[in-house]
């Protein structure tokens, strides 16, 4: 009697060129596999473990039997006594997509750029955004953030995070600020004297204020490529495979009020001063980084993490170049290794270019 070996309709095998992952979208956990078990599932996600064995050696019989143990488990597969019920456990779906023309912000909050909030707030609520990040690099006083906190609480906004440096800060005043301000999902403070949870309300995920020993001093400290950041879950997973995940339905604000992709990047497409943000999101020129996939991108085309790593077109290997890897990624797909992106002297070359090159003039459709 045949017995099928079935993958759960949550794990998603993604191939790379050396290894492959098992990526579990529902328990947001990943597990590292050789190719060879990832081959098992090439046409189907079911196989015939018995009927595989009969063409096999007894060396490659033991490795197929752990594999399927393997797959057992850690609840990644399970066994079905026929063809039918295979059929009762469909693949999930990886159509995307998200109801409004802009899903989230980033704002770089500057004492260079008086930022009008409240004007920025109203063409948010045009497009439907519900999700901002301010990110401040100089010191910022609690009187300012109130404003701007209160601000949020009478927009249509949902969720913002909050990033800034730790001087001036008193932690009871930020505790109370986000106890009061049900909208704060993290309050991040970057130059503090330890990396950790410094308050977590309930535990539920939200709410919380985070702290970073690292002093963030513009927006050149983005684009770090690392498994702490990777996003296992079904959003990232099935977005990746038709838009950028770092990039799509994204719209910035630099710290000088250029309007842009992402701060870090030179490109921009008008100053908040005489240019709407409902125009922008409209502009072919700035959509077309929404469409840089992983697949499209150089290495990570060949990387078993690109379906669940986060990605980079503001620091490429090569500058200029929208379809090269992430300048701050260390990993390499074929050894499998990883290394300390900054040590690599091309990438040191790479990084005093981006920090010489001056912003670029506006860009039109």
């Known amino acids: 009697m045949a017995r099928y070996l079935c993958l759960h309709s949550n794990c998603m095998i993604v191939g790379g060129i050396s290894r492959s992952t098992i990526c579990d979208i529902q328990r947001n956990e990943y597990h590292l596999v050789p190719n060879s078990l990832a081959g098992m599932f090439a046409e ?30 850690n609840e990644l597969a399970f066994y079905a006594g026929s063809l039918k019920e295979c059929s009762h456990f469909p693949p999930v779906s990886t159509e995307w997509d998200f109801p409004a023309h802009i899903s989230n912000m980033i704002i770089d909050v500057s004492d260079a750029y008086e930022l009008d909030l409240a004007s920025v707030l109203a063409s948010l609520k045009n497009l439907n ?28 906004v949902i969720s913002i995070d909050i990033l800034a440096p730790s001087e001036g800060l008193e932690v009871s005043e930020l505790i109370s600020l986000v106890e009061n301000n049900r909208k704060i999902n993290h309050f991040i403070l970057h130059n503090y004297a330890y990396d950790g949870v410094l308050y977590d309300e309930g535990g539920f995920g939200v709410g919380k204020i985070l702290t970073v020993s690292e002093r963030l001093e513009s927006e050149m400290h983005c684009g770090i490529i690392h498994p702490n950041y990777f996003s296992v879950n079904i959003e990232t997973y099935t977005e990746a495979q038709h838009f950028n995940t770092c990039l799509n339905r994204k719209i910035s604000i630099d710290r000088n009020g250029f309007i842009k992709n992402c701060p870090s990047m030179k490109q921009h497409f008008g100053h908040l001063s005489d240019t709407k943000l409902e125009d922008v999101a409209g502009n072919e020129a700035f959509r077309q980084y929404w469409h840089i996939r992983k697949d499209e991108i150089r290495k990570c085309r060949d990387c078993e993490f690109r379906y669940i790593c986060t990605d980079c077109r503001a620091y490429t290997e090569y500058p200029g170049d929208l379809h090269a890897a992430p300048l701050k990624c260390g990993y390499d797909p074929y050894s499998c290794e990883w290394e300390e992106w900054s040590s690599n002297p091309l990438k040191k070359k790479a990084m005093e270019t981006y920090s010489a090159s001056p912003t670029l003039q506006y860009s039109e459709a």
Do not use: W
Request: charged letters at 30%; a positive charge; one cysteine or more.
């Open 129 to 156: 955004c519900r999700y901002i990040q301010f990110r401040f690099y100089e010191k910022v006083r609690m009187p300012q953030l109130k404003k701007m906190v209160g601000l949020v609480n009478n927009s249509h």
């Open 44 to 73: 189907s996600r079911f196989v015939d473990t018995g009927k595989i064995k009969k063409s096999l050696d007894a060396h490659s019989c033991a490795i197929l039997d752990e594999y399927e143990n393997f797959l057992i488990r």
